[in-house]
């Protein structure tokens, strides 16, 4: 009783409180272990403030024998070197139980908040047992309040309420940016629950929390008003999510846009990724554009510019086109001469080729370029002795290779690949009428996953051959590249022959120009650029060749659309010889 009384007086806002935030090496506190860990000291006011903006943070040391998964660290951002000089466990037990005593007393304290307690409370109690602290404190879980006071609410996880609150996060997953974040999301929760139910004390949240919260409903209460959705006007072009602080956070594009955005919103087959969207989204902007193709390229330009967290496709992330030398042992990103092979996504995209071939001189028992193999292609080394592997090279070498004995040139190497890639092209085709003629009660259930068995012959075959197979595509498309980054582009807006044609030309990958052709013969300016092999300059230039390819490929199939490349050296693909083109890029 005495509990009661002492704390039923504590205005919510002037209640001693430190945000926390866990990051574990796996999925689970009780069979992981704790990799990160901040906190952040709320100020005692009796109204809330402004959240506070800094906070301690900790990467623990983890045992040397036990290394922390790949996935993990690519989700945290944390490197390998972070956890080697990362603090002692010990020492971050006793910090975090100074900064608990620092609080000012409250009976039936000390007290945490957490978005998720179920999970940070085993982190924080078995690190707290690494120094024998007896002190427990008691969690108040910023998502139990918002299952009861935002039940209707799509997705209540803390990056879609932090930002439904206006408080963008970070894509990776790090303890102190989540502490903040959960900083705001009680604030926001503050005002709620002092507006809808009248609760400004301790007390009143105490009950509250002791209370079921309403059952779970699909009728969603999404803060993008229905009508304005409704408005949005139809035809292609492009649309922006924006959040409550105006933060872009996500752009596409469309050929319809109000059938695409309201598609956002059918709530039944909406995925995770989706709700988390639309929880945050308060404003639709729209820009139309005259065809898919100019909405493709306007989208591809203002992922670049506006860098939204929900885009992870074609963000700008400091990544440089390569190029490489004729024999592919060197490969540059500087526009050094010498390297006319590109341009290529990144700089060991063709090692999968490369260590083929290199096994091909060396043999299967060579155990290092075997692992190195096995690294690069994702395979379990266990999975793939000396003697499958070494049975499979000479399958290769006898079927793609004519039996050539020794190293084999670039050439042959990528002359193989190309033929791999067309036989592949081939069994797609004949897999998909197959598909099409079995429906829907062809398809087989999923299958339980199961510790995958040793490589046979023929599978570590196929490896070699997808390895060799995807490289020369790749090189094969940085030829296209390089064709269509100096070329004119002519097509019919819908495939409708009555509409103007439009016009979209390139230099060096730019666009140069993008609207209605002037006049039934040649553009009055723009023409396709002077012939020879340029550089493709950076990645944006890369992508937008890549979306070009792609919409090309869109429009051969499309009646009527007609499209035409005029290219430097005075040829012009119709539709027929695109078509034909396009299916080996």
Same mark, same amino acid.
């Given at each position: ?23 574990? /090496? ?43 998964? /790949? ?23 006793? +910090? ?87 900083? /705001? ?22 009950? %509250? ?102 885009? /992870?496709? %074609? ?15 060197? !490969? ?85 690949? +190309? ?23 062809? !398809? ?142």
């Amino acid at each position: 009783m005495a509990r009661e009384r002492s704390t039923s007086d504590i205005p919510l806002g002037a209640l001693p409180l430190l945000a926390v935030d866990c990051q574990t /090496t796996g999925p689970a506190p009780a069979t992981s272990r704790l990799l990160e860990i901040a906190w952040v000291r709320l100020p005692m006011t009796a109204q809330p403030g402004p959240p506070p903006s800094d906070g301690v943070s900790f990467v623990l040391a983890q045992p040397p024998d036990e290394p922390v998964a /790949t996935a993990i660290l690519r989700l945290t951002g944390i490197s390998q070197e972070d956890i080697t000089g990362g603090a002692d466990p010990k020492a971050v037990s006793r +910090a975090l139980r100074e900064a608990m005593e620092s609080l000012p007393p409250v009976p039936g304290g000390p007290f945490l908040l957490a978005h998720y307690a179920r999970f940070e409370r085993p982190c924080v109690e078995s690190l707290l047992d690494l120094t024998g602290t007896a002190m427990r404190p008691v969690f108040i879980c910023t998502w139990e309040i918002a299952r009861r006071v935002l039940p209707e609410l799509p997705r209540r996880g803390l990056r879609a309420i932090s930002g439904y609150f206006g408080h963008g996060i970070h894509d990776l997953k790090r303890a102190l940016p989540n502490a903040l974040a959960t900083v /705001t999301v009680w604030y926001g929760l503050l005002d709620l629950l002092d507006s809808e139910r009248g609760i400004t004390g301790l007390r009143g949240l105490l009950e %509250l929390l002791q209370e079921p919260p309403p059952a779970r409903t699909r009728n969603w209460d999404i803060p993008m008003p229905r009508e304005d959705r409704l408005a949005i006007p139809d035809g292609p072009g492009v649309y922006r999510f924006l959040g409550a602080s105006g933060q872009v956070l996500y752009v596409g594009k469309a050929t319809s846009l109000r059938s695409r955005v309201n598609s956002y919103f059918r709530t039944k087959r909406a995925d995770e990724k989706v709700l988390e969207l639309v929880t945050q989204t308060r404003l639709i902007e729209t820009t139309p554009t005259e065809t898919a193709l100019e909405a493709a390229l306007l989208e591809l330009e203002l992922i670049r510019s506006l860098n939204p967290p929900y885009n /992870t496709l %074609l963000r700008d992330r400091g990544r440089e086109v390569w190029h490489y030398s004729p024999d592919l042992g060197r !490969c540059s990103c500087e526009g050094a001469t010498g390297f006319p092979v590109g341009p290529l996504p990144s700089s060991d995209c063709l090692a999968p080729m490369l260590m083929v071939r290199e096994l091909l001189d060396r043999g299967a028992a060579d155990e290092k370029h075997r692992d190195l193999f096995c690294s690069v292609m994702a395979i379990e080394p266990s999975r793939l002795d000396a003697d499958t592997l070494e049975e499979a090279l000479d399958r290769f070498r006898i079927a793609r290779l004519d039996g050539l004995a020794g190293t084999p040139s670039i050439t042959s190497m990528l002359r193989a690949g +190309a033929a791999i890639w067309i036989e592949k092209l081939a069994e797609r085709e004949e897999a998909r009428q197959v598909e099409e003629g079995k429906g829907a009660e062809g !398809c087989e259930p999923a299958s339980v996953a199961v510790a995958e068995p040793p490589l046979s012959a023929d599978q570590a075959t196929r490896y070699l051959e997808g390895a060799v197979s995807h490289c020369a595509h790749l090189v094969r498309r940085s030829r296209w590249f390089r064709l269509l980054s100096d070329s004119l582009l002519l097509w019919t807006p819908g495939g409708v022959t009555s509409r103007s044609r439009r016009c979209l030309v390139l230099r060096g990958g730019q666009v140069i120009r993008c609207d209605a052709l002037r006049h039934a013969g040649e553009p009055e300016d723009g023409g396709p650029g002077p012939g020879g092999a340029r550089r493709i300059p950076d990645r944006a230039a890369y992508e937008r060749l890549r979306l070009v390819t792609t919409e090309l490929r869109r429009l051969v199939s499309t009646d009527g659309a007609a499209p035409e490349v005029h290219l430097p050296t005075e040829r012009v693909l119709s539709a027929e010889r695109l078509e034909r083109l396009l299916r080996m890029q």
